[in-house]
């Protein structure tokens, strides 16, 4: 009897060794702009999504255990540095995701590289991440100042828009919308007639206005984000900007955006972006899911894909059986397909860019909108070999294009 008891213990004992040592742990970070004017694009809502994507994970993955921390970054490069420098050395975290703010988030991809860990960008949009500034530790998930430009310009020049003025954020992610904009305004025929920069999160954007006014473009591009486009564009219509002939480009206008400004501002702005809550049944559901914790707020597409690429990490993660060392998860990523509720079949290049289609949007006016969130209508989807930038001419050393 004590042999067998002894044989039992020993094959229990074996049995949960053996399950211990297959059990993965990995430790997730949303560094977002958690109180300021991207709050509503990324912010809390972010981290709901990365909670969902952890749920639906562990239904399938018993064995990997997820632990999810967040912090705000304060659109600050020291301060998301400063996070992302604990984070990765003291608290052990192996990802950093989302990190809306172009500024901060070349810094902490910079930082994942030298660290050798893993950095997925959501919520940042300057194409340089896939470009000159890409790295082996980097993945630019969701969209990015390449594809609005190509989206949102090139769908206005050809439209008769064919002369732009650009009033854009005075920072990484402002430069890059502008300059991307501009290159294709003039790849397809039409003429840039001026700049404007103004300060990230300002109040008053008079000045900026009547610069954009006296130089009679068509087109007047907001090279700016969250807050910044809504306080643009309210601002604008004091001025008379659309009712003088003028018109608004959104070169990044996210669902919140169009929520805080109501569908009587914001109709008949044009936009693009790459996920929308009520596109399809999927991310309808995937919006009641998310609203469980967000009531009455619309997810945007840097939310979904927090969502999206936390999922694919975390099956790279389970299929190396690690998450210790962040080329190699990186690796995984690029060489497995991805396919998710949220965003479909898709692929990660070479240099770190997630590819898949992107759709052209019009804001619809208040009479169109059925129920509260119906805010857009689609004009033409942009498929994903055509939705980003071809990667023989991203600039980027990984590529081999």
């Not at 306080?231 to 659309?242: H, L, M, Q």
């Given at each position: 009897m004590r042999s067998l008891v002894s044989l039992t213990a020993l094959t229990v004992a074996l049995t949960a060794g053996a399950a211990q040592a297959q059990e993965v742990r990995v430790k997730i970070g949303v560094l977002s702009d958690m109180s300021s004017l991207y709050s509503d694009i990324g912010g809390p809502g972010s981290t709901a999504a990365a909670k969902l994507a952890i749920a639906d994970f562990a239904k399938s993955n018993p064995n990997v255990k997820v632990e999810l921390v967040s912090a705000d970054h304060q659109n600050k490069a020291d301060v998301g540095s400063q996070v992302a420098n604990k984070w990765y050395d003291a608290e052990k975290v192996d990802l950093i995701i989302d990190v809306p703010n172009s500024g901060v988030a070349l810094a902490v991809s910079q930082i994942a590289a030298a660290k050798n860990k893993v950095f997925i960008v959501s919520g940042a949009a300057a194409s340089d991440l896939t470009g000159a500034k890409c790295n082996a530790n980097t993945v630019h998930w969701t969209y990015d100042t390449w594809m609005l430009a190509n989206g949102t310009g090139k769908a206005l020049v050809k439209t008769g828009g064919d002369t732009w003025f650009f009033l854009t954020a005075d920072y990484a992610f402002g430069h890059a919308l502008e300059r991307d904009t501009g290159a294709a305004v003039e790849a397809n025929g039409g003429k840039v007639l001026g700049k404007v920069r103004h300060p990230l999160n300002t109040s008053d954007f008079s000045s900026f206005l009547l610069q954009a006014q006296t130089s009679k473009a068509k087109v007047i591009g907001l090279?700016?984000?969250?807050?910044?486009?809504?306080?643009?564009?309210?601002?604008?219509?004091?001025?008379?900007?659309?009712?003088?002939?003028?018109?608004?480009?959104?070169?990044?206008?996210?669902?919140?955006?169009?929520?805080?400004?109501?569908?009587?501002?914001?109709?008949?702005?044009?936009?693009?972006?790459?996920?929308?809550?009520?596109?399809?049944?999927?991310?309808r559901a995937w919006t009641k899911r998310w609203q469980a914790e967000r009531p009455n707020k619309f997810p945007t597409m840097v939310q979904a894909g927090v969502y999206a690429g936390v999922l694919h990490y975390l099956k790279a993660v389970a299929a190396l059986k690690s998450g210790a060392d962040g080329k190699a998860v990186v690796a995984q990523m690029k060489k497995t397909p991805t396919d998710d509720p949220l965003f479909g079949k898709g692929t990660i290049e070479s240099n770190g860019r997630k590819r898949h289609d992107a759709y052209l949007f019009e804001v619809k006016a208040p009479s169109a909108s059925k129920y509260p969130g119906d805010f857009y209508t689609l004009k033409a989807t942009i498929p994903a070999a055509e939705a980003f930038r071809p990667v023989k001419d991203s600039g980027c050393p990984l590529s081999n294009g």
């Open positions: 090279a700016n984000a969250g807050g910044d486009t809504i306080n643009s564009i309210k601002a604008g219509a004091e001025f008379g900007i659309v009712k003088g002939g003028q018109k608004f480009a959104g070169l990044l206008v996210f669902a919140s955006d169009v929520a805080a400004l109501g569908l009587q501002t914001a109709q008949g702005l044009t936009l693009t972006e790459t996920w929308y809550w009520d596109g399809n049944d999927a991310n």
